[in-house]
């Protein structure tokens, strides 16, 4: 059964360090996917990135960079030079695909990351 | 941009009662999710559908059910609310044929309380 886990359950920096948030996962599948949400105190989980297992390359988005690497089943999310805004709890989520209808997503347990000041 | 919206965000009700959560989403997706999220738990699959009328359970669809009549629209069900069914309830949606290939759109969430 696929898994997933997010090692780090809360980290605490101070406004403009970089932070990243790790993420392992586990499954036997060769196609699936991989996601991070990010959920501010608010409420709502917000999408943030979308990566299939045969697409290798790190992405860049502003302050937001992924880190994907099959060879240690990591997906590794950065935010540099983080902000109070940043602020939240992120999840790191997988999903196997070849189920048909099924569905699978699995989430990790997430990181409450808190940004001082 | 894809909206998810829930009927309510806070919601109290008494032990016994019959609750009905209500979801929306306006980007056509065929498939809607409802999870629960509990300190500790993370979230847990309840049920999902990925097309009108067609459902599948989830991890823990114990003491719910669901309905799903137009595409658009995916309610709960708490046919008799217990107290351990206070939690915070989210509803997702997402595109595709597959439900797991991709991303799924939250929307804000209900925190409902069962007294």
């Known amino acids: 059964a696929q898994k997933v886990t997010q090692a780090q359950t809360e980290i605490s920096v101070v406004e403009k360090e970089d932070v990243t948030l790790d993420c392992v996962y586990e499954t036997r599948d060769t196609t699936y996917y991989l996601f991070w949400y990010k959920q501010p105190p608010s409420g709502e989980l917000v999408f943030l990135i979308r990566?299939?297992?045969?697409d290798e390359q790190n992405e860049i988005s502003g302050r937001y960079s992924w880190n994907f690497q099959k060879s240690t089943s990591s997906f590794n999310f950065t935010i540099t030079a983080s902000q109070v805004v940043d602020s939240a709890v992120y999840f790191c989520?997988?999903?196997?695909?070849?189920w048909g209808y099924g569905q699978n997503f699995v989430f990790g347990p997430g990181t409450r990351l808190s940004v001082l000041p | 941009d894809v909206k998810v919206t829930q009927s309510s965000r806070y919601l109290v009700k008494r032990t016994g009662e019959k609750v009905f959560l209500e979801c929306v989403q306006d980007?056509?997706?065929?498939?809607m999710f409802w999870y629960r999220q509990d300190p500790g738990l993370g979230l847990r699959l309840i049920y999902f559908?990925?097309?009108?009328?067609?459902?599948e359970k989830g991890d823990i669809p114990e003491g719910y059910s669901v309905s799903r009549e137009k595409k658009e629209r995916f309610s709960l069900i708490l046919e008799s609310a217990s107290t351990n069914q206070t939690s915070m309830y989210l509803c997702?949606?997402?595109?595709?044929?597959?439900?797991?290939?991709?991303?799924?759109?939250f929307g804000p969430g209900t925190r409902l309380t069962v007294t």
């Open positions: 989520a997988l999903s196997e695909a070849g």
């Open positions: 980007m056509d997706h065929e498939n």
């Open positions: 559908s990925y097309d009108v009328k067609m459902k």
């Open positions: 997702a949606s997402s595109l595709g044929d597959s439900a797991s290939r991709y991303e799924q759109y």
């Open positions: 990566r299939n297992s045969f």
